[in-house]
């Protein structure tokens, strides 16, 4: 099933150092740090991103990662990455560290990665998880558990978080009446034989960091910044493409001075 990717961008640029202008020989390395997500998850998600602004800009560039945070910080730090991708979190512990300045800020939503907390039809309400056993995969985003947590705190309700391995024991645990309630997207639904109630919706949004080092181009940059901001005039998007909203870019001269 094709997924559609789209993204809300907010560029600017802070204290950008000055360099030559001359296009990069060879294709830029975007590195994107993993966030607990594997490799293929990650190039599956950013490289048809990656692909359109590289087509708009006339720019190459290459999707890369790393196995773990602590390996993509080294190969940060060993200076591999010419544009980095990051989460909030991670931008704000590696800004600094590695001086990178601020390119754009990336919102992503995918609609087949929506989250839901499903139960047994018998389940009506989120009420009725209360005291039970609520299953998770072990290694969920952690956005998406701190999204259910406010939830239940909010409709006052307590539950034992249980991690499993995966979503297909998720599901499994349900039928089985081992667990109350689970925590799966929502393309995992078609794989029940069975219907399920669903107490709650998460919309999976997350926030992403377009940085770039010292090393890289500012006449790249530029170009890449002129590009993004070029996609909203577009009234037409290919397919397998990336939508992509500017909401405002700052004056480059003033960020220089």
């Known amino acids: 099933m094709r997924r559609s990717l789209f993204f809300i961008l907010v560029l600017g640029f802070m204290a950008l ?17 993993p966030n ?53 979190y991670v931008f704000t512990i590696f800004r600094q560290k590695h001086k990178l300045s ?7 939503s995918l609609e ?55 979503y297909q024991k998720i599901l499994q645990s349900l039928a089985e009446n081992l667990h109350v309630a689970g925590l799966v997207p929502v393309s995992e639904l078609n794989k029940m034989d069975k219907p399920l109630s669903i107490l709650w919706r998460h919309a999976n949004n997350n926030s992403y960091i377009m940085t770039f080092p010292q090393s890289t181009s500012i006449g790249t940059v530029e170009k890449l910044a002129e590009t993004l901001e070029g996609f909203n005039a577009k009234t037409e998007i290919p397919a397998n493409a990336s939508k992509v909203h500017v909401k405002s870019v700052s004056d480059l001269e003033q960020a220089r001075e």
């Not at 950013?46 to 990662?65: M, N, V």
């Open 112 to 166: 087949a990665a929506e989250m839901v907390l499903v139960a047994n039809t018998d389940i009506k309400e989120i009420g009725q998880i209360e005291g039970g056993l609520l299953a998770v995969k072990q290694d969920e985003k952690a956005g998406n558990i701190k999204a259910l947590d406010k939830h239940l705190s909010a409709n006052g309700v307590t539950a034992v978080r249980d991690n499993l391995l995966s």
């Open 17 to 33: 150092p000055v360099f030559a202008k001359a296009a990069p020989a060879d294709p830029l390395k975007v590195g994107v740090s």
């Open 36 to 88: 607990g997500e594997n490799s293929i998850s990650l190039a599956e998600f950013w490289i048809p991103f990656l692909k359109q602004l590289e087509i708009e800009s006339g720019i190459p560039l290459r999707f890369a990662t790393a196995p773990d945070l602590l390996e993509f910080n080294q190969r940060l730090a060993a200076g591999e990455y010419d544009l980095v991708l990051t989460d909030q």
């Open 102 to 108: 601020y390119l754009a800020e990336l919102t992503t």
